[in-house]
C-alpha cells in the first residue's frame, strides 16, 4: 500500500492511499463533524456534515466517500462547508423533538453532539416532526422512530454487516422512514444482534430498559452469559464453535477458566442460562447441555497451547479435594509451585463426588478430569485429615483450605435426634461411599434446594416408596432449579411447598411422621424466615425416615487455626488471606454452600492472589482454543435459529428410579448444532466500534498533532 | 464477476419521458447502442420499464420500477433490483453489485447516441398541455424548437431546470452538457406560486431521501410554498428560500439534490412581485390560491367569549378568555371546522372571500369592538 502527502487545514499530512479524506483527517486529529458515517460501514454521504472545500474543485466534496490524492489541499472549516454543515443540522432538528432533557439518550446522543460543535442559525424553518408512536411490541428492543434523523445507519448495519435486512426504509405517507421490513422484528428475520442500538446515534432505537445491566462496563454487560458465570467462561465463543462443528475449539476455550468443563457439563448451576438474552424471547439457549456436549468430544488438542511455568520451589498444601481445591492445586502447579492435596475421604472430589449423586455425575467423567489434574503433576493424598492449617503450614509456603461444608444443618424440631433422622450430608455421602444409610416406605424431606431434591431422588432409588418434599417457599421461589423439580415429580416425588415444620412425630423411639403447618406470606428478613400461618392447616405426612435438607455448615473447629465466624472461615474478600499469614481460604468453607462454579471462579481468584504472595505475578490466563474471528455477517434468522429451547434427551422415569445410572443423556450431534444456532451472538456487537464524540478525536486545543 | 448492464427508462424527469418514448419508436436503434455496448463489458443486458408499460420486442429480461431521478446511478438501480427504495452511491471506485453482478446503467438515449453516433439530444417540449419529443441537433436554438411568444414563462430543464422569461428562448442554445432535456410552456392564466408549490411537490416525491438537504430541503420548500397559497408564510421566507436554495446547490449530494431548488429559486427570482402579492396582500391574480383556501374567523360582535370553541380545537388556535372576544391564530389554524359547530352563537364561519372582515387585534372585551 503507498502512501500520499495531503494538506488539510494547512497540516501536511501522510496517508495511507485506500484511507478517505475524513478518515485521514481523524486518524490526525482533525475533526470534521460526520453522522452518517461509522467506521464499520461503508461510506454513505448522506448526512452533509463531513463536507469539505478542496483547492481546485468547484463546490464541496463529501470526505466521507472521496479517496486521499497526491498533493490534495484541504480545508475542513471553509465558509461554505460550515454553512453547508449548519443546514443539514437545521434540517434535521426541525424533524427531532426539541427537548432534549427527557430523552434517554440524553448525554450521549450524537446528534446532539454535533449540533454543540456546528452550531446553529436560527433559520425560520419549519417544524415538521415525524408523527409515530413508539413500538414497545418487541420485548429486547425499542423503536422510538419519531426521534430517527434518518441516517440510515441501522438500515446500513443491519443490511451490510449482518446480512439481515430486517430495518429497512419505506415512503409512509410520502415522509421517508426506516421500518421493520415484515410485521414483527421476529418476522423479519432479525437475530437481534442488537447492531442497530449500538450504531443509532440518536435515541430512535434502544434496548428496553433491563435487557443490559446499566452499572456494567459496556464489554460485560452486553454479554450477559459471559458475565454471569463466575468464571467469565466465553460462552458465545464455545457456542459458536459447537455451531461450526469444532467440538475440540469449544472444549478447549472452556478449559481456559475451568479444570472441570465436562463435570460442569454435568452439573453447573448455569447462571449463564438465567442471564441469556434469549429469554426475553422463547426461552434461553441450553448453555450447559451445549458444554457438555463439547467436552465429552473433547479431543486433549488443548494441552499443546496449555501453559506450564518453571518450578518455583515453593511449596503449597491444599486442605480438601473439591472443586475449589483441585482448581487451585491445577493452577498452582502451573504457575511452577510445588502441590499436596490433602482429602480426608477415600477418593478426591469432594461434594461433586460425595454430595451429588451419581445419577446426575458419572463418576468416569470426575475421575478423568481429576486424572487431568494429577497429570500435570498434583500430589493428592487421600485419608489425609488435616487438624490443623497452622499447624501444616510449617512445612508449607501457603496453605489454602477448601474445607467445603459437609456437616448437614439440623433444625431444633422435637425427635431431631432419633435414628431414623438424617442430615442431608451424611445421607448422600453414606450412598457415595457406598453403604446408603436404610430408608423405610415412607420418607419426607425437609428442604427445597438442589440438594433436598438429591436428597429425594436417592432414597427413591433406594427403595422408599412415598417421598416427599416439603419446604417453606412457594413453587416458583424453590431454589431447586425447575428442571430438576419437574424430574423430580416425574419420579414420583411429591412436592409439598409452603408449609412450615412443627415437629417430627415419632411412637416409641420410630419417627412416624412430620408436623407441618401452611404459609403464607413468606419473607427472609434479618432473623430468618417471617411469615403467616395459615389457621386450619396443620397435617401430617406420615413417615419412616426424615432427611433434613436445609444447609450445611463447614465441618470445623476451632483447631483448625483460623478465625471462624458463625462457623465459616474468614477470609479478606479481595485477597482470600485468612487472619493468619500464608493461609488462604475460599469455596464453600468460606460462603456456604454454593455450586461447583462459583468454587472455581474464586478459587481462580485465590490462586492469583497466592502466587503474588509467592513473588509470581498471578496470571493464569491462557489461550487454548485458537482465535476465533466470528463471522459479523450472519444472515436472516432460519426457521431453526427461531426454534424453541432444545431438551435433552432422558431416561424414562419408570426406568431411571431403579438406579444410579445417569439419566439425563443431554444432546446428540445434531441437538447440539441445532441449540448452538439459537445462540444471539451477543458478543458480536462488541466488534462494533463505540460511538464517538467530537471532542474524542481532537487531542488538545488546536488540532493536529 | 459477471457484468449487467441495465437500461434504465426511469431515471426521466416528470416533464420529459423520453426512454420509454425511444424505446417505442427508436427501439432498433436503442437496442443496437446497448448491444454494442453489452459487447464492450460481456455484461448481461436487462431492461428496467416504468410500471404498466409495455414495449414491444425487447428480448431480454425486463423488470419494472416507478420513477426516480437516481436510478441512472449503478447502485440505485442495484438496490432497486433487490427490492429496496432506490439511494445513489457516489464514491471513488465504488463498484455497485446485485446479485453476482457488477451493475452498469446506460439510458436509451445513451444507447440511441452510441448506435446512431448523431451529434443529438431529445428535448420534450411542453406546451398548451401537450408533449411533444423532438430530436434536437446540439446547437440548435431552443426559440427554434418552441414558440412560446405569448407565454407568461418557460421552464428549461424540468425538475432541475430554471424558470426564464420567454424571449429568452431565441438565444438558448441546447446543449449536451446540462439539462436541456424539457422546455415547459407556462401560459398567463398560471400562477407561479401554485406551479411552485407543484414543482416542490413533485421533488418531494422524487427525492430518494438519503441526502438530508435533499430530503429535508423539499419537504421544506414544499411547505413553506404551501404556506405562500394559504396566507401563513412570511415576506422573509423568500430570502430564505433563496439562501438555503443556494446552499442546496452546493451541497447536496447528487446531481437531482442540487438541482431540485433552481425552478423554485428561479421562479422567486423571476416573479418576486407575485410571490410578494400572496404572502402580504394573500391574493392571487390568477385566482388559483385562496380561492378555495378557507380561513376560519370568529365575527366579533356576534362572539359572547364563553371559551367552548377554545376547548374544541384541537391546535390550540384559538385565544381568548372569560367574556373576551376569541380570535384564531391563522398560523395555528388547520381549518378542521370543529369550532364552528362548537359555537352556539354562529360567531364561527368558514370565510372564502380574499377580503377579511375588520378583526380585533388584541384581546378585546365582548361589546368594546
Given at each position: ?15 495511507d ?5 475524513l478518515e485521514?483527517?481523524?486518524d490526525?486529529?482533525i475533526?470534521?463533524p ?5 467506521e464499520?460501514?461503508?461510506p454513505n454521504?448522506g448526512?452533509r456534515?463531513c463536507?469539505v ?7 464541496v466534496i463529501t ?7 497526491e498533493?490534495?489541499?484541504i ?11 449548519k ?6 432538528f426541525k ?7 427527557g430523552c434517554p439518550?440524553?448525554?450521549?446522543c ?10 446553529d442559525t ?7 416532526q415525524i408523527r ?5 411490541s ?11 434523523i434518518?441516517?440510515?445507519?441501522c ?7 449482518r446480512?439481515?435486512g ?9 415522509r421517508?422512514r426506516?421500518?421493520?421490513n415484515g410485521?414483527?422484528?421476529e418476522?423479519?428475520g432479525c437475530?437481534?444482534?442488537?447492531a442497530?442500538?449500538e450504531?443509532?446515534?440518536t435515541?430512535?432505537?434502544?434496548d428496553?430498559?433491563g435487557?443490559?445491566d446499566?452499572?456494567?462496563p459496556?464489554?460485560r454487560a452486553l454479554?450477559p452469559c459471559?458475565?454471569?458465570c463466575?468464571a467469565h467462561?466465553n460462552?458465545p ?13 469449544a472444549a478447549?476455550t ?5 479444570p472441570?468443563?465436562?463435570?460442569l457439563g454435568?452439573?453447573?448451576?448455569h ?5 441469556c438474552?434469549?429469554n ?11 458444554k457438555?456436549?463439547a467436552a ?7 494441552k499443546?497451547?496449555?501453559f506450564?511455568?518453571?518450578?518455583t520451589?515453593?511449596?503449597v498444601?491444599?486442605?480438601?479435594s ?5 482448581t487451585?492445586a491445577?493452577y498452582?502447579?502451573k504457575l511452577g509451585?510445588?502441590?499436596t ?15 451429588i449423586?451419581s445419577y446426575r455425575?458419572?463418576r468416569e467423567v470426575l475421575d478423568?478430569?481429576i486424572?487431568?489434574?494429577e497429570a500435570i ?5 487421600c485419608n ?8 501444616l503450614?510449617?512445612d508449607?509456603d501457603v496453605?489454602?483450605?477448601?474445607i467445603?461444608?459437609h456437616?448437614?444443618n439440623?433444625l431444633?424440631?422435637?425427635?431431631n435426634?432419633?435414628p431414623?433422622?438424617y ?5 448422600l455421602?453414606a450412598?457415595n ?5 436404610p ?8 428442604g427445597?434446594g438442589?440438594?433436598a431434591?438429591?436428597?429425594a431422588?436417592?432414597a ?7 417421598v416427599v418434599?416439603t419446604?417453606?417457599e412457594?413453587?416458583?421461589?424453590m431454589?431447586?432449579s425447575a428442571?430438576?423439580?419437574?424430574w423430580?415429580?416425574?419420579?414420583g ?17 420410630k419417627v ?5 403447618t401452611?404459609?403464607e406470606?413468606l419473607?427472609?428478613?434479618?432473623k430468618?424466615?417471617e411469615?403467616?400461618r395459615?389457621p ?6 406420615p413417615?419412616d ?6 444447609g450445611q455448615?463447614p ?9 471462624l465466624?458463625?462457623g465459616?472461615i ?11 499469614e500464608?493461609?488462604y481460604?475460599?469455596g464453600?468453607?468460606v460462603?456456604?454452600?454454593r455450586?461447583v462454579i462459583?468454587?472455581?471462579g474464586e478459587?481462580?481468584?485465590a490462586?492469583?492472589?497466592m ?9 493464569i ?8 474471528d466470528a463471522?459479523?455477517c450472519?444472515?436472516k434468522a432460519t ?7 432444545t431438551?435433552p434427551r432422558?431416561?424414562?422415569?419408570a ?6 445410572e445417569?439419566?439425563?443423556l443431554?444432546f446428540?450431534?445434531s441437538?447440539?448444532?441445532?441449540e ?7 458478543d458480536l ?9 467530537w ?10 498533532e | 464477476?459477471k457484468n ?8 426521466d ?6 426512454s ?5 419508436e427508436?427501439?432498433?436503434d ?8 453489452a ?5 448481461d443486458v436487462?431492461?428496467?420499464l416504468?410500471?404498466g408499460?409495455?414495449v414491444?420486442?425487447?428480448d431480454c429480461e425486463?423488470r419494472?420500477g416507478?420513477y426516480?431521478?437516481?436510478l ?5 438501480v442495484a ?9 445513489p452511491m457516489i464514491?471513488?471506485d ?8 457488477e451493475?452498469?446503467v ?8 452510441l448506435a446512431?453516433g448523431?451529434?443529438v ?6 406546451a ?11 446547437g440548435?436554438?431552443?426559440?427554434s424548437?418552441?414558440?412560446a ?6 421552464l428549461?430543464?424540468?425538475q432541475k431546470g430554471?424558470f426564464?422569461k420567454?424571449?429568452?428562448l ?7 452538457d446540462?439539462?436541456d ?10 400562477c407561479?406560486?401554485q ?12 427525492s430518494?431521501?438519503k441526502?438530508?438537504l ?5 419537504l421544506?420548500?414544499?411547505t413553506i410554498v ?9 415576506v422573509?421566507?423568500?430570502d430564505l ?5 443556494e446552499?442546496?446547490?452546493i451541497?447536496a449530494y447528487?446531481?437531482?439534490g442540487?438541482?431540485?431548488a ?6 422567486v ?6 410571490f410578494e402579492?400572496h ?11 385562496y380561492k378555495?383556501a378557507a380561513v ?5 360582535d356576534?362572539?359572547t367569549g364563553c ?6 380545537c384541537?391546535e390550540d388556535?384559538i385565544?381568548?378568555k372569560?367574556n373576551f372576544?376569541?380570535m ?8 378542521c371546522g ?5 359555537c352556539?352563537?354562529?360567531a364561527i ?8 372582515p375588520k ?11
Amino acid at each position: 500500500m503507498g502512501t500520499v502527502q495531503l494538506t488539510i487545514d494547512g497540516y501536511k499530512i501522510e496517508a495511507d492511499e485506500s484511507k478517505t479524506v475524513l478518515e485521514a483527517a481523524l486518524d490526525n486529529g482533525i475533526y470534521i463533524p460526520h453522522l452518517c458515517h461509522h467506521e464499520n460501514l461503508h461510506p454513505n454521504g448522506g448526512c452533509r456534515l463531513c463536507v469539505v472545500k478542496q483547492d481546485g474543485v468547484d463546490g464541496v466534496i463529501t470526505s466521507c466517500s472521496t479517496k486521499v490524492k497526491e498533493g490534495m489541499v484541504i480545508h475542513t472549516k471553509d465558509e461554505q462547508a460550515e454553512a453547508i454543515r449548519k443546514l443539514s443540522c437545521d434540517f434535521m432538528f426541525k424533524t427531532h423533538p426539541t427537548e432534549c432533557t427527557g430523552c434517554p439518550k440524553y448525554g450521549k446522543c450524537q446528534l446532539a453532539s454535533i449540533s454543540q460543535y456546528v452550531g446553529d442559525t436560527g433559520r425560520d424553518l419549519r417544524y415538521c416532526q415525524i408523527r409515530v408512536t413508539a413500538d414497545e411490541s418487541n420485548p429486547l428492543m425499542l423503536h422510538e422512530m419519531h426521534r430517527c434523523i434518518l441516517c440510515g445507519r441501522c438500515v446500513r448495519a443491519c443490511n451490510e454487516m449482518r446480512g439481515v435486512g430486517a430495518l429497512k426504509f419505506e415512503k409512509v405517507d410520502g415522509r421517508m422512514r426506516v421500518v421493520i421490513n415484515g410485521d414483527s422484528l421476529e418476522e423479519a428475520g432479525c437475530r437481534f444482534c442488537g447492531a442497530c442500538v449500538e450504531v443509532c446515534p440518536t435515541g430512535s432505537i434502544r434496548d428496553k430498559v433491563g435487557v443490559f445491566d446499566d452499572n456494567l462496563p459496556k464489554e460485560r454487560a452486553l454479554v450477559p452469559c459471559r458475565e454471569a458465570c463466575p468464571a467469565h467462561v466465553n460462552v458465545p465463543k464455545y457456542i459458536r464453535y459447537i455451531n461450526e462443528g469444532n467440538y475440540a475449539a469449544a472444549a478447549a476455550t472452556v478449559r481456559e477458566k475451568v479444570p472441570f468443563p465436562e463435570t460442569l457439563g454435568y452439573v453447573c448451576v448455569h447462571d449463564c442460562e438465567a442471564n441469556c438474552k434469549r429469554n426475553f424471547l422463547n426461552g434461553a439457549v441450553s448453555i450447559r447441555n451445549l458444554k457438555r456436549y463439547a467436552a465429552s468430544q473433547d479431543d486433549g488438542s488443548w494441552k499443546k497451547n496449555a501453559f506450564q511455568k518453571p518450578d518455583t520451589g515453593k511449596k503449597v498444601a491444599v486442605i480438601g479435594s473439591g472443586p475449589a481445591g483441585l482448581t487451585v492445586a491445577y493452577y498452582m502447579r502451573k504457575l511452577g509451585h510445588e502441590v499436596t492435596v490433602f482429602e480426608k475421604l477415600p477418593k478426591a472430589g469432594g461434594q461433586m463426588r460425595y454430595g451429588i449423586p451419581s445419577y446426575r455425575l458419572p463418576r468416569e467423567v470426575l475421575d478423568a478430569e481429576i486424572a487431568e489434574i494429577e497429570a500435570i503433576g498434583v500430589k493428592i493424598e487421600c485419608n489425609s485429615e488435616v487438624k490443623s492449617a497452622v499447624e501444616l503450614k510449617k512445612d508449607y509456603d501457603v496453605v489454602y483450605a477448601a474445607i467445603g461444608t459437609h456437616a448437614g444443618n439440623k433444625l431444633p424440631l422435637e425427635n431431631n435426634d432419633l435414628p431414623d433422622v438424617y442430615l442431608n450430608a451424611d445421607f448422600l455421602r453414606a450412598e457415595n461411599l457406598g453403604n446408603p444409610l436404610p430408608v423405610g416406605e415412607n420418607v419426607v424431606v425437609l428442604g427445597g434446594g438442589n440438594v433436598a431434591i438429591d436428597c429425594a431422588e436417592t432414597a427413591v432409588r433406594l427403595g422408599a416408596k412415598h417421598v416427599v418434599m416439603t419446604c417453606l417457599e412457594a413453587p416458583d421461589k424453590m431454589t431447586a432449579s425447575a428442571e430438576e423439580v419437574t424430574w423430580a415429580k416425574e419420579d414420583g416425588i411429591i412436592v409439598e411447598n409452603s408449609r412450615t415444620f412443627d415437629a417430627i412425630v415419632a411412637e416409641n423411639g420410630k419417627v412416624t411422621g412430620l408436623t407441618v403447618t401452611g404459609i403464607e406470606g413468606l419473607k427472609f428478613g434479618p432473623k430468618g424466615p417471617e411469615f403467616t400461618r395459615i389457621p386450619d392447616s396443620t397435617v401430617t405426612f406420615p413417615a419412616d425416615t426424615v432427611i433434613f435438607a436445609v444447609g450445611q455448615h463447614p465441618d470445623v473447629t476451632e483447631e483448625f487455626g483460623v478465625e471462624l465466624n458463625r462457623g465459616r472461615i474468614v477470609v479478606n474478600p479481595e485477597t482470600f488471606a485468612t487472619n493468619i499469614e500464608g493461609i488462604y481460604a475460599s469455596g464453600d468453607c468460606v460462603t456456604g454452600t454454593r455450586s461447583v462454579i462459583q468454587a472455581v471462579g474464586e478459587a481462580r481468584l485465590a490462586v492469583s492472589a497466592m502466587d503474588q504472595y509467592l513473588g509470581g505475578d498471578g496470571n493464569i490466563e491462557e489461550n487454548l482454543a485458537p482465535e476465533q474471528d466470528a463471522n459479523p455477517c450472519i444472515g436472516k434468522a432460519t426457521e431453526a435459529q427461531r426454534a424453541n429451547r432444545t431438551e435433552p434427551r432422558t431416561i424414562d422415569a419408570a426406568d431411571r428410579v431403579k438406579n444410579f445410572e445417569p439419566m439425563d443423556l443431554g444432546f446428540d450431534c445434531s441437538m447440539a448444532g441445532c441449540e448452538a444456532d439459537r445462540c444471539l451472538q451477543c458478543d458480536l456487537r462488541l466488534q462494533i466500534a463505540p460511538q464517538k464524540f467530537w471532542s474524542d478525536y481532537v487531542p488538545e486545543e488546536g488540532g493536529a498533532e | 464477476m459477471k457484468n449487467l448492464l441495465v437500461v434504465s427508462c426511469l431515471k426521466d424527469d416528470n416533464y420529459a419521458h423520453i426512454s420509454i418514448h425511444l424505446l417505442k419508436e427508436k427501439l432498433a436503434d436503442v437496442k443496437a447502442g446497448v448491444e454494442k455496448k453489452a459487447a464492450e463489458l460481456q455484461a448481461d443486458v436487462l431492461y428496467l420499464l416504468p410500471e404498466g408499460e409495455k414495449v414491444d420486442g425487447i428480448d431480454c429480461e425486463v423488470r419494472y420500477g416507478a420513477y426516480n431521478p437516481t436510478l441512472g446511478n449503478p447502485y440505485s438501480v442495484a438496490q432497486l433490483l433487490a427490492g429496496n427504495l432506490p439511494r445513489p452511491m457516489i464514491q471513488d471506485d465504488f463498484v455497485a453489485t446485485y446479485e453476482d453482478y457488477e451493475v452498469s446503467v446506460m439510458t436509451p438515449e445513451e444507447a440511441y447516441l452510441l448506435a446512431t453516433g448523431k451529434n443529438v439530444r431529445f428535448v420534450a417540449v411542453t406546451a398548451d398541455g401537450k408533449t411533444e419529443i423532438k430530436e434536437v441537433e446540439i446547437g440548435t436554438k431552443a426559440g427554434s424548437i418552441c414558440d412560446a411568444g405569448s407565454a407568461k414563462a418557460v421552464l428549461i430543464g424540468g425538475q432541475k431546470g430554471t424558470f426564464v422569461k420567454p424571449e429568452s428562448l431565441a438565444d438558448y442554445e441546447i446543449r449536451a452538457d446540462r439539462d436541456d432535456y424539457a422546455i415547459t410552456v407556462f401560459n398567463q392564466d398560471e400562477c407561479m406560486v401554485q406551479t411552485a408549490v407543484s414543482i416542490m411537490e413533485q421533488a418531494w416525491a422524487s427525492s430518494c431521501g438519503k441526502c438530508v438537504l435533499c430530503r429535508e430541503g423539499t419537504l421544506q420548500f414544499k411547505t413553506i410554498v404551501t404556506e405562500m397559497t394559504t396566507g401563513k408564510a412570511k415576506v422573509t421566507d423568500l430570502d430564505l428560500i433563496r439562501e438555503v436554495g443556494e446552499l442546496i446547490e452546493i451541497g447536496a449530494y447528487c446531481p437531482f439534490g442540487r438541482a431540485m431548488a433552481k425552478p423554485l429559486i428561479s421562479a422567486v427570482n423571476l416573479f418576486q412581485d407575485e410571490f410578494e402579492e400572496h404572502i402580504k396582500r394573500k391574493t392571487c391574480k390568477c385566482g388559483k390560491c385562496y380561492k378555495a383556501a378557507a380561513v376560519y374567523l370568529i365575527l366579533p360582535d356576534l362572539c359572547t367569549g364563553c371559551g367552548d370553541c377554545v376547548d374544541e380545537c384541537d391546535e390550540d388556535a384559538i385565544d381568548g378568555k372569560a367574556n373576551f372576544i376569541h380570535m384564531i391564530d391563522q398560523d395555528m389554524c388547520e381549518q378542521c371546522g370543529k369550532c364552528v359547530s362548537a359555537c352556539d352563537e354562529d360567531a364561527i364561519v368558514k370565510w372564502e372571500d380574499a377580503k377579511l372582515p375588520k378583526l380585533p387585534k388584541k384581546l378585546t372585551k365582548v361589546g368594546k369592538f
